[in-house]
């Protein structure tokens, strides 16, 4: 009798009694790969920075908290250099997984080299922090080991673009379309997305040219000529930064005006490229608006100000850009912090699930964080804008599609 | 006994028997996985380059047809792993056949038109209008496929193919042929070699053994671009491995491979930031001190290496 209500009292003892949680690490070590030089340096230096620049702030504090400890853990980056070269990537990747074992494992910036990071972390069962890889054929129901952290998927990020252009472009007399693009992945698809939602929308505009070039063009002269001939009311113009210099500076050259133009980088690589195609190059170019000029309402890290004052402190010689992608690599660690904050141990499926919790509940610098059941990023939208000059011949952002965002009316036609 | 019979037993057994074994030691399969993988591509530019002195810049040509051979083989005719590697041989194969004409040039002048044909199939294949064919920019995703394990057991078959082939030209008339060929064509016409046609037989087998690797490259990364798959440096790494040990010979592309690229991979998980430095010192010192590779230490003395 005695031993039966001693057992009982343990058992009681036991249940009434919270769970303790297990020993905390020395340290949570995070793996990524960066590019210092080769193709993708340019995106990648920028994303990588901004995410040991949340490691040396966080270590400062005295590290993250980790709910799985219930206490701040110190957190430990390690990054290797892959140089932009997606064999040694894959190697990198499976070296961080199977002999540095980290806790969590972070992309590489861009689809190319987030590509063999894919299959990897789906085969060694890693849940895989997807910094900036937009590439849609990542992203499928029966992978869980991913999600996208910091850009739309390519396959809905032009939308804005589309839409103004079916919506508001017919009143202001934009009829006739011109689609040019760089074959790779990221452009191709967006070039996608748009004649879908075109195609979709019903608007009397038609899209009279549609060319794909090679990445590696660098001489659109004869292009230009081309579209020209076309007489388009509008130009769409898809590419990575290295394209969008050439293409703008082409223009110039070649002295045309075209009434209405778009390009990806003027918005979010806007220091790099003003630097290189100058000021003047740039005016009342239409972009992506940055989340940098849209101040969006956060819940969770550093506003806007704060962020980038941090940055011009602690890159005070400019060598890395600050744009788009330093602010994607900022909220790459913003949803690292909270996920550790909420998930309940480092099982990579709940960290999974712990991510996931975060869709549409976190608002960071970058704007709400969403993603849909495939681990696709579907928040994070940026607006359509215009580089208009301001009274001291500086480029401001003017954002004008979706309306409820916009800040001041399109200059159409480009003067 | 046959020195062919002493090659197999002495260098390609313990190879095969050494990577069959490691993947049980060592946990970065992907890191045994493309040592194989370099094996591979380094025989193959042994077969080109080695024995008919063909410079092939854009090697990777066949090695990307093979992985995007493999992938259409799995999209569009549902065909098993195994099916598909024979068939991303074969597209290799098929590439190396267009590209005969290019053997009419020499030197220089081959070895930047290959480069120029490697980029025009990559272009071909990257194209936006074939989307419904190669899926071009976007990228395939081969799940349906996916087993790491198999694919490294494929490699190593495909390993042992590649060091028979080189074993057979190291050991046979033909082989003899094709360095006659290699070393003054005029000369070897004279003597009754068919020129053209042993050309085209190595140029062949060159291409089968890179769109077999590019086969079971596909198997094992499952989700690639073609830039993943053309990328330059797969030509540059083969050829800088096969450079280093020493071509035509069994042994030196081996020694290359394990020795260039293990200290690639040392530097790039020890020291990244002096990467480009050190590796582009080691090549200097090849080409200053070695231009006949490794194996010239040896060979320098007059021995013989296989």
Known sequence: ?415 | MPSAIRHLLFIVVPLLVVFAILPGVYENHLMLFNFVVFLILAQGVNVIYGFTGYLPFGYVGFFGSGAYGFAMMVMHAHASAPVAVIAAGLAGMLIGLLLTPLLRLSGAYFAIANLASSLAVLHFVANPALEDITRGPYGVSLTATFNPEAAYWAALVVLALTLGVVVYLKNSRFGLALQAVREDPVSAGMAGVNVVRMRVAAWLASALIAGLAGGVYAWYVSVFFPDNVFSGTFSIFAIVFALFGGVATIIGPIVGVLILYGVYNLIGFTTPQYFQLIYGLLIMGLVLFLPAGLVSLVTRRGRHVP
Request: no cysteine.
């Open chain 1, 1 to 415: 009798m005695i031993g039966r209500m001693a057992a009982a009292f343990a058992a009681g003892l036991m249940l009434a009694t919270p769970v303790l949680a297990a020993d905390p690490p020395a340290e949570i070590k995070i793996g990524t790969l960066y590019a210092s030089s080769g193709r993708y340096a340019s995106i990648s230096m920028p994303v990588h920075s901004a995410l040991k620049l949340w490691v040396e702030q966080k270590n400062a504090e005295g590290g993250v908290y980790v709910k799985a400890f219930d206490k701040k853990v110190p957190i430990k980056l390690v990054a290797y250099d892959d140089q932009s070269n997606t064999a040694t990537a894959s190697t990198l990747y499976n070296q961080l997984i199977t002999q540095d074992k980290v806790d969590l494992l972070v992309a590489d910036s861009g689809s190319v080299l987030t590509a063999p990071a894919v299959a990897i972390a789906r085969d060694h069962k890693m849940f895989l922090f997807d910094q900036t890889g937009t590439g849609a054929s990542f992203f499928s129901k029966d992978n869980p080991y991913i999600a996208l952290m910091a850009d739309p998927v390519s396959t809905i990020w032009p939308k804005p673009v589309a839409d103004f252009l079916t919506h508001d472009g017919p009143a202001l007399g934009i009829k006739k379309i011109a689609l040019l693009y760089s074959t790779n992945e990221f452009t191709g698809t967006q070039a996608n997305a748009v004649r879908k939602f075109i195609k979709e929308s019903g608007a009397p505009v038609e899209i009279v040219y549609d060319q794909g070039v090679p990445t590696e063009t660098t001489n659109y002269t004869v292009i230009i000529n081309n579209i020209r001939a076309k007489k388009p009311d509008a130009v769409i113009h898809l590419g990575y930064a290295p394209n969008d210099i050439a293409f703008l500076r082409n223009v110039n050259e070649v002295g045309v005006k075209f009434k209405w133009m778009f390009s990806i980088y003027a918005g979010l690589e806007t220091e790099l490229l003003e630097k290189n195609v100058g000021v003047k190059g740039l005016q009342y170019v239409y972009t992506y608006v940055p989340p940098s000029e849209l101040d969006y309402p956060v819940n969770f890290g550093m506003k806007m100000p704060e962020f980038r004052a941090l940055w011009n402190k602690t890159f005070p010689d400019g060598k890395v850009e600050f744009g788009f992608n330093a602010v994607a690599g900022y909220t790459t660690a913003l949803v690292i912090e909270k996920t550790l904050s909420v998930a309940t141990s480092l099982d990579q499926m709940e960290l999974r699930r712990a991510v996931f919790s975060l869709s549409g509940q976190l608002k960071t610098l970058d704007g709400t964080f969403a993603l849909d059941e495939t681990g696709g990023q579907i928040g994070e939208l940026t607006p359509l804008g215009q580089l208009v000059p301001n009274e001291h011949g500086h480029l401001k952002f003017v954002a004008v599609y979706p309306h409820e965002v916009a800040t001041g009316k399109p200059v159409y036609p480009r003067p």
